[in-house]
């Protein structure tokens, strides 16, 4: 069976993967726009992207309905909005976010707009984003989770030629080579995945999603609650194999403009509510050796599934004092083990709304 290779380069393929880990980190995007505005544009870039699923139909109907047949099969794969009941409890609402300021992102369902003025409690990832003094202090409690300590260096850990494509893409985007050698991949990755328009939005102190979501409430009187620390989600990132994260690192330096298409693909699932095709869509674009395998599920199990555990255990006590919205990364949601089933196995009656 063709790939999506016959509608997009590999670079856009693994940067999907990228995208994805990038997604479900609500801090990193933070670290990112603060390292990135100094040399944000004075005019916002517009965004200009292609949706790669509805080009997958048309150039290739196979691999686009493999994709979907998977998707079907995916539980809980479709709906943003879930209705948590339990005998005892006013009801509560799980809500799926992506950690953008796209407004078709930021602007909420009719029905998660309800759920969201009723509720008494908000909880999102993490409210140490809120507090800017409070994320610098994260950022410097373990340095090394951002910046190498040693004799360490990107281009160190990398092949000549693909540190000159390093070199190369940080040229592009105005970025001095010497200004990050010292960096953590995953940092460097999380800069050079947004899109320009994403970087010049959040600089100019517009708010992704859960931001809005958790100020909004806090201006109303409501309580907000996090699940995780910064360094909670830097850790998880940092446990992946360096290895897997220098591949991904130069893949996005070849990606260049195309990560508008990335992020258009993701933001149009999103708007359908198709949360169950994000990681099909994946799997059908990733390289099928032994390595990229591992290191997939590595990532799925670190970056989803612990996470997802974490976050149901913390937020058992604040559910249980009912009318609570509770907003995470729209990726944490379906699948077997995802926070829809983590919490029906938690003895809540959990019901899709809309």
């Known amino acids: 069976m063709k790939r999506v290779i016959a509608i997009a380069d590999r670079a856009v393929l693994v940067s999907l993967k990228l995208l ?5 980190l609500f801090f990193l995007s ?10 944000a544009h004075a005019e916002a870039p517009s965004c200009a992207g292609t949706d790669l699923l509805t080009t997958l139909e048309k150039n290739d109907p196979v691999a686009f309905r493999k994709v979907e047949t998977e998707a079907t099969a995916v539980p809980n794969g479709e709906g943003l909005l879930w209705k948590l009941e339990k005998p005892g409890e006013k009801p509560s609402y ?15 369902p009719a029905a998660a707009q309800k759920a969201y003025d009723g509720a008494s409690t908000i909880i999102i990832e993490t409210t140490d984003a809120l507090d800017k003094a409070k994320m610098m202090a994260a950022m410097a409690s373990e340095p090394g989770l951002m910046m190498f300590t040693d004799n360490t260096t990107l281009s160190s850990l990398l092949s000549p030629e693909d540190a000159a494509a390093l070199d190369k893409g940080l040229d592009a985007r105005g970025i001095p080579p010497a200004t990050v050698a ?32 958790a100020s909004d409430a806090k201006a109303s009187g409501k309580d907000v ?26 893949e996005t330096m070849k990606l260049g403009d195309k990560v508008n298409d990335v992020n258009e693909t993701m933001i149009v699932l999103y708007q359908r509510g198709e949360v169950g095709m994000f990681w099909p869509l994946f799997r059908a674009v990733l390289p099928d050796s ?14 989803i599934t612990s996470r997802n555990k974490v976050m149901a255990a913390h937020a058992g006590p604040i559910l249980a004092k009912g ?24 003895g809540y009656s959990v019901t899709v709304v809309n």
Request: with cysteine; charged share 20%; aromatic share 6%.
């Open 20 to 24: 994805a880990a990038l997604n479900l």
């Open 30 to 39: 933070f670290i990112a726009v603060l390292l990135l505005a100094v040399r």
């Open 94 to 108: 799980l809500f799926g976010t992506m950690h953008m300021t796209d407004t078709r992102v930021t602007t909420l």
């Open 182 to 213: 010292k960096m953590k991949p995953w940092i460097l990755s999380a800069m050079m995945a947004l899109p320009a328009c994403e970087v010049a939005r959040q600089t100019a102190g517009e708010p992704v999603l859960d931001v809005k979501l």
């Open 225 to 250: 609650e996090g699940l995780e620390t910064a360094v909670d989600q830097l850790r998880a990132m940092a446990s992946l194999p360096l290895e897997f994260h220098m591949k991904s690192l130069v």
């Open 290 to 303: 032994a390595d990229d395998k591992a290191g997939y599920a590595a990532f799925e199990q670190t970056m």
């Open 323 to 346: 009318n609570v919205f509770m907003a995470v990364g729209a990726m944490h949601l379906p699948g077997p083990e995802g926070l829809v089933e983590d919490f029906r196995k938690a």
